[in-house]
């Protein structure tokens, strides 16, 4: 399969693909495709009978995700098919077979056959609370790739070994599976009230490469909001 991501900040994922190859997304992320492209919903790869499909609805009901995948598969020759972005920003694709991707929720796109998605749950309670990633996250593993929406623009760190980054809720779009979460406060009472940052930040530890997006959607909302809250 061949790819290309177009167009940013309103970026769309074009995909060719051979005859017979295949390619997963998620409910309604289809944009426009070649006729050749047939459609077929289900639990999507990994789903593994009655089990894994209890898995697949439990998965869904912490994520908010849809349970079900659209596999469309090129027939009768080869086919095109493009995923636009929901979002102003950016979409990357990180290869699974190099090392399992965490990433915030939401950003998943679509995949190529043999990527598995699992729940990725925050080790420390804290962190869940107050690191502004939430406890759930999304683990993508398997031997594929996965195409990913990032808000905004991308910025990569390699952190090494216990080195850290400070980062502000929102901000951690997605991280090699190495990299572990904490949480920091913020140093004096002053700064906690009127600095405008919060109580606290995340801190992501290394080893591992964690992807740092520019505009998280919460960040548009609450710039927008009060020329909403006076239109009204």
Known sequence: ???EVKNAPLPVLICKLDPNESIECQKGAMSWMTPTMQMQTGLGSGAGGLLGA????AKSAVTGES???NTYTAQGGAGEIAFASSFPGDI???DTSANPIVAQ???YLANTMGVNMEIFFQKKLGAGFFG???FIMQKFEGTGMVFLEIDGSVITYDLQAGQSMLVDTGYLAAMTEGVSIDIESVKGIGNKLFGGEGFFNTKVTGPGRIWL???PASAIAAAINPFITTAK
């Open 54 to 57: 209890l898995g697949k609805m």
């Open 105 to 107: 929720k939401s950003s």
């Open 213 to 215: 997006q520019t505009m």
């Open 92 to 94: 990357i694709c990180f």
């Open 132 to 134: 502004g990633e939430g």
């Open 67 to 69: 349970i079900f995948r």
């Open 1 to 3: 399969m061949q790819y």
